[in-house]
T-cell receptor, first 113, second 121 residues
Framework: AQSVTQLDSHVSVSEGTPVLLRCNYS??????LFWYVQHPNKGLQLLLK??????LVKGINGFEAEFKKSETSFHLTKPSAHMSDAAEYFC???????????FGSGTRLQVQP | GAVVSQHPSWVICKSGTSVKIECRSL??????MFWYRQFPKQSLMLMAT?????????EQGVEKDKFLINHASLTLSTLTVTSAHPEDSSFYIC?????????????????FGPGTRLLVL
């Protein structure tokens, strides 16, 4: 079984300040982990993924995430928020041999000017 | 990068009619596609896994006779909502798994379509 918990439903930051979106996972297998972003009324875009290679994963638009097995966490960070980062972010887990994805409940990021 | 398209992007229909939604992988082959449903301000819920040339696998609670899935080629899967009712109104999103990307079955990248918003009157 696998699951993912996004610890914050809403996060609000000021433009230019750091972003931290928290995600904890549970998986019976060595998991693959993903972060997707969804802008209003749009589909999902892959930000980054972890598949048992380097634990610090760099993605698009300046985002990165660190896989910490001891903490079962895969938090998403960005040094400096931009207005265009305002969107819904989903942490997603996929276990070995399981092709479907399990989505977290999502975190809505607001960026204040 | 890999692109997945969906058609139509918006559909409004009367109760009792059937609606077909297409999902295409434009620049890669996808032996497996997935169909998700998303209610407002909620996360995505997997409805079914579509496998090219074989029957779809439905998640628990999803009526296979109501949500017909056909994956006739390596680049096309269709979802038909039969005898649609207002409670079927939702945002339907497909994804396609790129068989060419790295990672085991669980790690292969999935690319998502832009979604289809269905409103049943």
């Amino acid at each position: 079984a696998q699951s993912v918990t996004q610890l914050d439903s809403h996060v609000s930051v000021s433009e230019g300040t750091p972003v931290l979106l928290r995600c904890n996972y549970s998986s019976s297998y060595s998991p693959s982990l993903f972060w997707y972003v969804q802008h209003p009324n749009k589909g999902l875009q892959l930000l980054l993924k972890y598949t048992s290679a380097a634990t610090l994963v760099k993605g698009i638009n300046g985002f990165e995430a660190e896989f910490k097995k001891s903490e079962t966490s895969f938090h998403l960070t960005k040094p400096s928020a931009h207005m265009s980062d305002a969107a819904e972010y989903f942490c997603v887990v996929s276990g070995a041999g399981r092709r479907a994805l399990t989505f977290g409940s999502g975190t809505r990021l607001q960026v204040q000017p | 990068g890999a692109v997945v398209s969906q058609h139509p992007s918006w559909v409004i229909c009367k109760s009792g009619t059937s609606v077909k939604i297409e999902c295409r992988s434009l620049d890669f082959q996808a032996t497996t596609m997935f169909w998700y449903r998303q209610f407002p301000k909620q996360s995505l819920m997997l409805m079914a896994t579509s496998n090219e040339g074989s029957k779809a696998t439905y998640e628990q609670g999803v009526e296979k006779d109501k949500f017909l899935i056909n994956h006739a080629s390596l680049t096309l899967s269709t979802l038909t909502v039969t005898s649609a009712h207002p409670e079927d109104s939702s945002f339907y999103i497909c994804s396609a798994r790129d068989a060419g990307t790295s990672g085991g079955a669980g790690g292969k990248t999935q690319y998502f379509g832009p979604g289809t918003r269905l409103l049943v009157l």
